[in-house]
């Protein structure tokens, strides 16, 4: 286990300087700018400061403070939602990490799912013990976003319709249809309902499954929308869908094209 060490004067000025004119996080091009070196300099310096415990390496390149109390260098991330927009943007944080924000669940996740337009190898990387699940969407479909501040940094995170448009778009995203009901019901009794609003993401999305999806559960689960069902029902494509593509599903819903497990083909609408 590493331990801090004790740093020089002029070392002590110039980090001081560069966390004071970053937010959070520190990547070798801005302690370059910042101090106005050369980046092989800049990433040497922030390797030697890292190696006496005055920094944590999240990433190669990447780098955060380590707290003045801390005994060890080796920080859980503090906030990794600030990290997820350092090493993704543009992206935005959805999925069952923004329900949990919305209070649209009350399930706990561990990992954090980001929707990024980049491609990373690593769609599943764990960082300082925390878990990333990483999803790449095309630019025209970050939309439907809010930004909110985690301490000095903006980070986007979708909004609570974007968010059940996510999960109904792909099941994993809400960890499976059964949470994903969950929280599209507790939408319908939130405040922030909007089931205009949730035809016109899904129009701009473009995925016909989702009008399958939404409308086999607005009919189940929330019988009083029928606008929002009839406006499903006017967008059904051609082909059939699955209700989750992670399960297996053996029973054809006719009138919404919807390939569903046993189960559900068995059980009574209600809440």
Do not use: H
Not at 56 to 70: C, H, I, N
Not at 122 to 131: E, G, V, W
Not at 183 to 203: C, G, H, P, R
């Amino acid at each position: 286990m590493k331990t801090v060490s004790g740093i020089g004067k002029e070392s002590r000025v110039r980090l001081a300087q560069i966390m004071r004119e970053t937010k959070g996080t520190i990547t070798v091009l801005q302690a370059a700018k910042i101090l106005r070196l050369p980046a092989p300099t800049a990433s040497k310096l922030l390797s030697r400061w890292t190696n006496q415990g005055w920094l944590s390496r999240v990433r190669q390149g990447l780098y955060v403070p380590v707290p003045l109390e801390a005994r060890t260098p080796d920080i859980a991330l503090e906030d990794p939602w600030i990290i997820a927009e350092q090493l993704y943007s543009p992206c935005y944080i959805g999925g069952w990490s923004a329900a949990e924000y919305w209070g649209l669940t009350e399930q706990l996740f561990r990992t954090i799912v980001v929707m990024t337009t980049r491609k990373p190898r690593d769609r599943k990387p764990a960082i300082k013990d925390t878990n990333f699940l990483v999803r790449t969407v095309p630019a025209k479909a970050l939309f439907g976003t809010k930004p909110i501040w985690r301490g000095q940094v903006k980070v986007n995170v979708s909004d609570q319709t974007r968010t059940v448009l996510d999960m109904l778009n792909d099941p994993a995203l809400g960890g499976g249809i059964r949470p994903t009901v969950d929280v599209f019901k507790s939408y319908l009794k939130s405040e922030q309902k909007d089931t205009t609003l949730l035809i016109s993401y899904a129009d701009r999305l473009g995925n016909g499954a989702i009008f399958k999806r939404l409308g086999f559960l607005a009919e189940r689960f929330a019988k009083d929308e029928k606008n929002l069902i009839e406006a499903c029902r006017s967008r059904l494509s051609a082909g059939n869908a699955k209700l989750d593509t992670s399960l297996p599903a053996d029973r054809l819903i006719t009138t919404w094209k919807l390939w569903v497990p046993a189960a559900w083909a068995r059980e009574k609408t209600g809440d």
